[in-house]
DNA sequence: TGCGGCTATTG
DNA sequence: CACAATAGCCGCAG
């Protein structure tokens, strides 16, 4: 293949029944058919290690099933969503963002009635008259000839184009609320430019995630599962017999005859008035205060533990998430929720902690872990600039200095810190505050500045750029008085969006630059959960790919902080171990 | 069938 | 027992 001279960004439209369009550096382009797509990527991406732009993570997942790991791209959706906010962004909608169209008049496919014809012209091209993307096209049913394609794939390398300059220029094309700069909020061009690569190459990484599965170990996992619920029910009938063997463990405890329904609260509350305990919610942690009041508390507590493991982590779940091969599989995606968190389906980010003796390396293999320290109050000093606070992350355990600076203990300043960025109001944590507002003035006004906005409705940007909406946000039920109530957990909400969401730019910074650094090799991450990574890789690499997680975490720390004139540090606490249940 | 409420788990 | 998330079941409205 000849490649002609340096190739910087390559757009891509790339489905395995139709074949690729590649566009490089905005060039003529070519198709290339199914059948020889993947080697003439994989090639490229051996050779040039370009930028490849796409539209979505389908495209993506493409390239992950067909054995090639971009390691440089640029996911149009993924940096829409950065830039406008919320969760909603498919092509449509960042096409007509990216160009200045209004995103609400993207079309969009309406649902098929008797009068309406399904616009069903294999010769239309992705882009109508008016600007806007075709609903199709967007939607992902594409119309393809090559040259459609070839000109969906230069669609994309604009999109691009048009978002870097959306990037540069501080951010907002928004035409309703016109530009949302907050005072305090948001890092540079340069800072928001790598933010958008790296939440680009997170969605690589949930390609990967979603293709490679969690190292799972099926037979521990239904010992463990066994412990709670009995045996692998036989049948329905033997199901059914199970479940009111269960039910009966509880319903012994009170008077012949009984027969509630333990799976509904209410029924639960009757229950124990019944025996003289009342509750004003069922929930675990009131139960346990009332234990000792009748013996079917504990019973009831012993059953809801039970009833976890049989409805949402029993045997249906290991059936359902874990192949043949033995890997753990859900979908991931690179930032939902408000504040940009990466989320995973199939129980992977709340999984029972007794299960963790399942996730176990496979022959040959261990698992190295990797747990961020405190990072969201580095986060916070970072982000704030407090020089005070950068100071205290230089030690490993940052409560440590700030309770000295406090004069209080260590968990009384924990708490302070913590309910500063939740927004707490009471507790033991309320009274520090005020000392934490003189201490580490710089921080709070950073988390005030973001409170008080939130509170009016204003939308907010997190260190990296990304939108957090406000408007429509929290509406919550009306009444009396609710309005104040809503204001202070707008308040709240956009206190810790702002951390939280830094947060989560900084992890996808450190687990893209580590996801490269293991690329030649032969380990692979397997699982991300906010602030904590795992690598499964060969045993004889086991050290030398912990040394290079912690030297990533070292790098990213460098790109991504601003520069200020006091350093903050992060730690990590790493561990090689053969099941995630083990303590390094 | 869809949705809010309740409950449980995780960071 | 603040902030975020996924997920299951109940009870109710349509």
């Not at 067909?66 to 950065?82: I, T």
């Not at 010769?123 to 090559?146: I, Y």
């Not at 229950?271 to 009831?300: I, N, S, Y």
């Not at 940052?398 to 004069?407: G, I």
């Amino acid at each position: 293949m000849s490649a002609p001279g340096p190739v910087g960004e390559v757009a891509v439209a790339w489905r395995h029944d139709l074949g690729a369009a590649i566009v490089i550096d905005g060039g003529d382009g070519r198709f290339v058919d199914a059948a020889g797509a993947g080697a003439t990527i994989g090639e490229l991406e051996r050779t040039c290690a370009p930028r490849w732009v796409w539209w979505s993570q389908d495209t993506a997942r493409t390239f992950v099933s067909a054995g090639v790991r971009p390691a440089r791209c640029w996911d149009v959706c993924a940096v829409h969503r950065l830039i406008e906010g919320g969760t909603r962004g498919g092509p449509g909608r960042a096409w007509a963002h990216a160009v200045g169209l209004d995103p609400d008049s993207a079309p969009r496919v309406e649902p098929l009635d008797l009068f309406s014809v399904a616009d069903t012209d294999d010769r239309a091209g992705p882009l109508r008259a008016d600007g806007h993307l075709r609903a199709e096209w967007a939607q992902g049913a594409w119309a393809a000839t090559s040259d459609a394609m070839l000109e969906w794939a230069r669609l994309a390398g604009a999109a691009a184009a048009r978002q870097r300059d959306l990037l540069a220029r501080g951010a907002t094309g928004d035409p309703e609320t016109g530009p949302v700069r907050w005072a305090a909020a948001g890092g540079d061009a340069a800072h928001r430019l790598l933010t958008a690569r790296s939440e680009s190459a997170t969605v690589a990484l949930c390609a990967e995630l979603e293709h490679d599965g969690l190292p799972f170990d099926r037979g521990a996992a239904e010992g463990i599962v066994s412990g709670f619920v009995g045996d692998r029910p036989t049948g329905p009938d033997d199901e059914r017999a199970r479940l009111a063997e269960l039910d009966r463990r509880v319903l012994d405890h009170l008077p012949a005859g009984a027969d509630d329904d333990l799976r509904s609260p209410e029924r639960v509350r009757s229950l124990l008035r019944r025996v003289g305990v009342e509750v004003p919610d069922t929930r675990a942690w009131r139960l346990e205060q009332v234990r000792d009041a009748h013996p079917v508390v504990g019973a009831l507590i012993e059953w809801r533990r039970a009833e976890r493991f049989r409805t949402t982590f029993g045997y249906p779940w290991i059936d359902d998430h874990v192949g043949v091969d033995g890997r753990l599989r859900g979908r991931w995606a690179p930032a939902d929720g408000a504040a940009g968190r990466m989320t995973a389906t199939a129980g992977l980010h709340n999984m029972p902690a007794e299960l963790r003796p399942a996730i176990a390396a496979e022959a040959g293999h261990v698992l190295v872990r990797a747990d961020l320290g405190q990072i969201e109050p580095r986060i916070l000093a970072a982000v704030s600039g407090d020089a005070a606070l950068a100071e205290a992350t230089h030690a490993l355990d940052m409560y440590a200095p700030v309770a000295d600076r406090l004069r209080v203990g260590r968990e009384v300043a924990k708490l302070a810190v913590l309910g500063a960025m939740y927004g707490a109001t009471t507790g033991r944590g309320a009274e520090a505050l005020r000392a934490l507002e003189r201490s580490y003035a710089v921080a709070m006004g950073h988390l005030r500045a973001a409170d008080v906005a939130a509170q009016g409705g204003n939308d907010l940007r997190t260190h990296g750029g990304r939108r957090i909406p406000m408007s429509g946000a929290l509406d919550g039920s009306a009444g009396d008085g609710a309005e104040r109530s809503r204001a202070a957990a707008r308040g709240r909400y956009g206190r810790n969006a702002v951390v939280q969401g830094a947060a989560a730019e900084f992890f996808k910074t450190w687990a893209a630059l580590v996801r490269n650094r293991l690329a030649p090799g032969g380990a692979r991450i397997v699982l991300c959960l906010h602030d904590e990574l795992i690598v499964h890789t060969p045993r004889d690499d086991a050290d030398v790919v912990a040394g290079l997680v912690v030297e990533c975490l070292h790098e990213a720390g460098r790109r991504w902080c601003p520069p200020a004139p006091v350093e903050v540090r992060f730690v990590a606490d790493v561990s090689v171990v053969d099941r995630w249940s083990e303590v390094g």
